[in-house]
């Protein structure tokens, strides 16, 4: 008995997922996501390039973030670029990188959220500005999360550097704790994808359930980095030997896996709430509920 209800609920799983999968049309969502992360990455770096001075923390920490996220073909490919970029220093250019980065960040947001939308099943009930406002509120929410968790680990080092003389601590806790950055580099994907796979939806999601697909992707997308080695091996005579162009072509099929990864994994959060919960209900955002109640007021005063 307890064998057939656990075939039914495995069943039941592979359909959800089968079903989700489908519905969230890997191939044209995860080229969407590539394209707009693309236009968002050198604004970006020319916004921290200019703020990195103001925390007292160098190029070298984000490069160290960096090496551990993507593949070597492509660290060695954006490497002098992000180097270049992060040691400029303009006001001028702080502004028009931030409203850029702003805007194609933005994008990409909205873009993730439509794209969920269709993993959910969920129809897109908000309108336009609502729905840019809150991929706003939300790049802003992630950006400041990766950018305390990066900034406490860079001023750590140095507090603790400054602390060793007077507590007399063993100097291997200061690189220890310097040592760590697969885990900070893990943590901070993790807590960003768990945040954007609760609250961007349209769907009333589960933490526990997003918290599964944020593990799931944040280790895949390390391993990505790995064994994306692979591709550069097979195509080493190819594509690959060009160099700048193969390199890049590299990047964009490493942004391209990115985005099947945070797809699948809405996905698979998607699938395991249906399989558990039934049916995946739609949430009411503020602007709704303001138009519910008023239209039960309208009710209410006709009744009368």
């Known amino acids: 008995m307890i064998g057939k209800l656990n075939k039914a609920k495995l069943k039941n799983l592979i359909a959800m997922l089968v079903k989700h999968f489908t519905l969230a049309q890997l191939s044209s969502s995860a080229a969407t996501l590539a394209y707009y992360t693309l236009l968002s990455i050198f604004p970006a770096l020319l916004v921290i390039g200019n703020l990195l001075p103001m925390i007292g923390l160098d190029a ?8 551990t996220l993507v593949p070597a ?33 933005s994008q990409g947001i909205a873009a993730f959220q439509r794209s969920v939308n269709h993993a ?10 609502s729905n840019r406002v809150i991929s706003f509120i939300w790049m802003i929410v992630v950006v400041i999360i990766i950018f305390v968790i990066v900034f406490l680990y860079g001023v750590g080092e140095q507090f603790l550097k400054w602390l060793q003389p007077f507590l007399h601590f063993n100097r291997r806790y200061i690189f220890l704790f310097s040592s760590l950055k697969w885990p900070i580099t893990f943590a901070v994907i ?20 997003a918290a599964i697909g944020s593990f ?4 895949f997308w390390l391993w990505l980095s790995k064994l994306f080695g692979l591709y550069t091996v097979l195509f080493s005579h190819g594509v690959i030997g060009y160099k700048t162009i193969g390199a890049f072509i590299a990047m964009m099929v490493w942004l391209d896996f990115s985005g099947y990864l945070i797809m699948m994994g809405a996905a698979i959060n998607a699938a395991l709430q249906e399989a558990h919960d039934g049916k995946l209900e739609e949430k009411e955002h503020f602007w709704q509920l303001i138009k519910t109640e008023h239209d039960d007021a309208r009710k209410r005063i006709v009744r009368k």
């Open 73 to 105: 073909t492509v660290y060695s490919f954006i490497r002098p670029l992000v180097l270049d970029f992060l040691q400029r220093g303009s006001g001028g250019v702080l502004t028009t990188g931030a409203l850029i980065a702003l805007w194609s960040t």
């Open 120 to 129: 959910y099943g969920i129809a897109e009930n908000q309108n336009p500005v």
């Open 190 to 209: 993790f807590i960003a994808l768990t945040m954007l796979y609760y609250f961007v939806p349209n769907a009333k999601v589960g933490l526990r359930f």
């Open 60 to 67: 070298n920490t984000v490069l160290t973030y960096l090496q």
């Open 216 to 219: 799931l992707v944040s280790i």
